[in-house]
C-alpha cells in the first residue's frame, strides 16, 4: 500500500507525480494547486519515504515501477496515466515508460536521473582519492558517531540521508543504475526540464537523455536548482502540463 493524495477533477487521463530521494508529495502541492481541475492528479508517497514504509527488500527502479504501475491499477484503478518525475521519480518514469504495454502516456522528467556521464579523467582521480581517503578513515572509526561524521565529510547528501532513513541498501542499488541502453525503447512523448544551477543532476545530463530518447523536448531554466525547479519553478513545470492537457483537446 502507497500513501497517496489525490487532488484536481474527475476527467482526462490522470497525471501522477513521483517525488525524489528522501522526499515526499509535498514538493508537487505547489504544482498540483496550479493545475487545479484539469485533471485528475495523484501525489504518492514513493516505498520508503513520506507515509509509505519502505519496501520489505533493497529494491531497484525497476522494483519501483512495478509496485508503482501495479497499486495504481490495482487500488486506484488507473492503468493509463501521464508521469511526472523529479529526480529518483524521474529513474522510476524512465522504467515505466519502457515497459511493453506502457501505462505512460506522456512522460515529464523534471531534474531527473537515470543515466551516466562520462566523466573527465581529473574528476575520476579526485573520486578514487576521495574514496581511498574515506575507506582508510573508516577502518579506524572508533564507533557509529566517527563513522557518521565521516560519511558527512565524503559522501553526498543522499547517501548521509540514507543511512538516517534506512535506506542505504536500496541507495546504493538504485544510482548504480545506468539506463542509457534502454532509452531507445521508449516511445512515449517526454518533456524534459532541468535547471541551469543545479549540481545534482545538471542540465548535460537532460540534454543526454533527450539525445537517447525517441520523442523529447528539452528546457533549461538558467535560475533554477535541483530542489527550486519544482517551487520558484513550479509556474514553468505548471504551464509545460496545462499546454499538454490543452493539447489533448484542441
Known sequence: MMFYEKR???????????HGWARDHQDFIPVAELVGDAAPLILLDLPGFGQTPRPYAAWDTQDYAIAVKD???SELGITRFKWVGHSFGGRIGLRLARMEQSPVEHLFIVAGAGIK?????????????????????????????????LEETFGSADYVQSR???????????????QTASLSQITCPTT?????????????LGKALQRGLQNASYLECPEFGHLTILSRGRHQLTTMILENIAGETA
Do not use: C, H
Open 8 to 18: 484536481g477533477g474527475n476527467a482526462g487521463v490522470p497525471i501522477v507525480f513521483a
Open 71 to 73: 497499486f495504481l491499477a
Open 117 to 149: 556521464l562520462p566523466k573527465p579523467l581529473l574528476t575520476r582521480a579526485k573520486a578514487r582519492l576521495r574514496s581511498w581517503q574515506f575507506k582508510r578513515k573508516k577502518a579506524s572509526a572508533a564507533g557509529e558517531a566517527d563513522l557518521i561524521a
Open 164 to 178: 538516517k532513513i534506512g535506506m542505504r541498501d536500496i541507495f546504493i542499488k538504485t544510482i548504480a543504475e545506468d
Open 192 to 204: 524534459l526540464l532541468y535547471g541551469g544551477q543545479d549540481t545534482e543532476t545538471p542540465p548535460a
